[in-house]
């Protein structure tokens, strides 16, 4: 809403697009395969453009921002699925779109 109030909006990144990875090296479940950890890696890419905001009326930049965000996540399995029961953000960096 609040883009829209002020003519907004954002596009697909189209050199660092979004992406989620599992690091399955990071799995851990205990003993009788009830709760497992798993770490994952989040990339947050986008452009917010101001529609037809330059002189020409192309849409002008406002921000391209670019994040990567690494989450662990507990899951627990109940009635014969694996639920997610909580989740951390353990490191966010700013203008990193890899997760290596």
Known sequence: AEY???G???IENPV????????????AINRDG???TVQGCEVT?????????NPDGTDRIIEDRVSR??????????D????????????????????E
Do not use: M, N, Q
């Not at 890419?45 to 905001?53: A, H, K, N, R």
């Not at 989450?71 to 109940?78: A, G, R, S, T, Y």
């Not at 014969?80 to 997760?99: M, N, P, Q, Y």
């Open 69 to 78: 965000t690494v989450l662990e996540f507990e899951i627990v399995h109940e």
């Open 8 to 10: 907004y909006r954002e």
């Open 16 to 27: 660092e697009p979004d992406a989620f990875f599992a690091e399955l090296a990071s799995l």
């Open 34 to 36: 009830t709760f497992a």
């Open 80 to 99: 014969g699925t694996w639920k997610v029961s909580d989740a951390r953000e353990l490191e966010g960096s700013e203008r990193i779109a890899a997760c």
């Open 4 to 6: 829209r109030e002020k």
């Open 45 to 53: 890419s986008g452009i917010i453009v101001e529609v037809g905001g």
